[in-house]
């Protein structure tokens, strides 16, 4: 990937490898433009994130190897923040960074792509799971506070699917996607779990390129090895479908690339 914005650190306590070890296999996969956008800390669901205590050494981090690192390759720094209603912080939503990438784990305070939580699946109405689901992406897109939607499609991860149309319960959350001026991410950690393919579907991301929907690319790596997995299998997907420019991010100011 020339792209690579969605990457973790240990400090969100489900990932491995230091972030120089990430940024060494950037480099032999010869992206130019690198991101971390570690989990971002919150007041719900403390065990999958950093502390507040952390931002400041994480941001820190990062502005250092993006200095030690600056003649070979560009490191950019973010955050990925769940969008969960009266769970935002101030102090993450205006931090200094390049991107904030908006990404939704959780269904009234069901995360919905935890393991641990998978049995709910059979209690639960499919289709209503969607159609909340793709609520709480379009809310995310309005509230005007992210550059990047998180895996779009993330509710397939383990293969429960609707009985609609998908791509008429994702059409709302694609018109805030695009009124936001939001750029959607080409995940590959799909092609790592159950569903077996990229955030998000084809059809999904033939939508997007007909709503003029810009894309970026993330390798979504929670260890070293991760990152640049599945490259060649996203990047044909993103030319089957159109695409022929990804964005990266300095200061939330929006670049265009070739790929």
Same mark, same amino acid.
């Given at each position: 990937?020339?792209?690579? &914005?969605?990457?973790? /650190?240990?400090?969100?306590?489900? %990932?491995?490898?230091?972030?120089?070890?990430? #940024?060494?296999? @950037?480099?032999?996969?010869? /992206?130019?433009?690198?991101?971390? @956008?570690?989990?971002? !800390?919150?007041?719900?669901?403390?065990?999958?994130?950093?502390?507040?205590?952390?931002?400041?050494?994480?941001?820190?981090?990062?502005?250092?190897?993006?200095?030690?690192?600056?003649?070979?390759?560009?490191?950019?720094?973010?955050?990925?923040?769940?969008?969960?209603?009266?769970?935002?912080?101030?102090?993450?939503?205006?931090?200094?960074?390049?991107?904030? #990438?908006?990404?939704?784990?959780?269904?009234?305070?069901?995360?919905?792509?935890?393991?641990?939580?998978?049995?709910?699946? *059979?209690? *639960?109405?499919?289709?209503?799971?969607?159609?909340?689901?793709?609520? %709480? +992406?379009?809310?995310?897109?309005?509230?005007?506070?992210?550059?990047? +939607?998180?895996?779009?499609?993330?509710? $397939? +991860?383990?293969?429960?699917?609707?009985?609609?149309?998908?791509?008429?319960? %994702?059409?709302?959350?694609?018109? =805030?996607? $695009?009124?936001?001026?939001?750029? &959607?991410?080409?995940?590959? @950690?799909?092609?790592? $779990?159950?569903?077996?393919? =990229?955030? !998000?579907?084809?059809?999904? &991301?033939?939508? =997007?390129?007909?709503?003029?929907?810009?894309?970026?690319?993330?390798?979504? =790596?929670? /260890?070293?090895?991760?990152?640049?997995?599945?490259?060649?299998? #996203?990047?044909?997907?993103?030319?089957?479908?159109?695409?022929?420019?990804?964005?990266?991010?300095?200061?939330?100011?929006?670049?265009?690339?070739?790929?």
């Amino acid at each position: 990937m020339i792209v690579d &914005l969605h990457n973790h /650190t240990p400090r969100c306590n489900h %990932a491995e490898g230091t972030p120089q070890e990430y #940024i060494k296999q @950037a480099l032999t996969c010869k /992206t130019k433009f690198f991101g971390f @956008a570690d989990h971002a !800390p919150m007041d719900f669901d403390p065990k999958y994130r950093m502390s507040f205590h952390e931002m400041d050494s994480y941001e820190k981090e990062i502005k250092t190897l993006q200095e030690i690192y600056r003649d070979k390759i560009t490191i950019l720094l973010g955050y990925e923040v769940d969008y969960l209603e009266n769970h935002m912080d101030k102090r993450v939503l205006e931090a200094d960074v390049d991107y904030l #990438i908006g990404s939704v784990h959780f269904i009234e305070k069901w995360g919905f792509d935890n393991p641990e939580f998978i049995g709910r699946y *059979e209690s *639960e109405n499919i289709d209503d799971i969607w159609k909340k689901y793709f609520l %709480a +992406v379009e809310n995310m897109a309005k509230s005007g506070y992210f550059d990047i +939607v998180g895996h779009l499609d993330l509710i $397939k +991860v383990f293969k429960f699917m609707p009985t609609c149309n998908i791509t008429e319960l %994702a059409h709302n959350a694609l018109v =805030a996607i $695009k009124k936001a001026d939001m750029v &959607l991410e080409l995940n590959v @950690a799909g092609y790592r $779990k159950p569903i077996g393919e =990229a955030y !998000p579907s084809k059809e999904l &991301l033939e939508k =997007a390129f007909k709503m003029g929907i810009p894309i970026t690319f993330a390798s979504d =790596a929670h /260890t070293p090895q991760q990152v640049g997995l599945y490259n060649d299998a #996203i990047t044909s997907l993103a030319k089957e479908v159109g695409y022929t420019e990804c964005v990266y991010f300095i200061k939330k100011q929006k670049y265009f690339i070739n790929f």
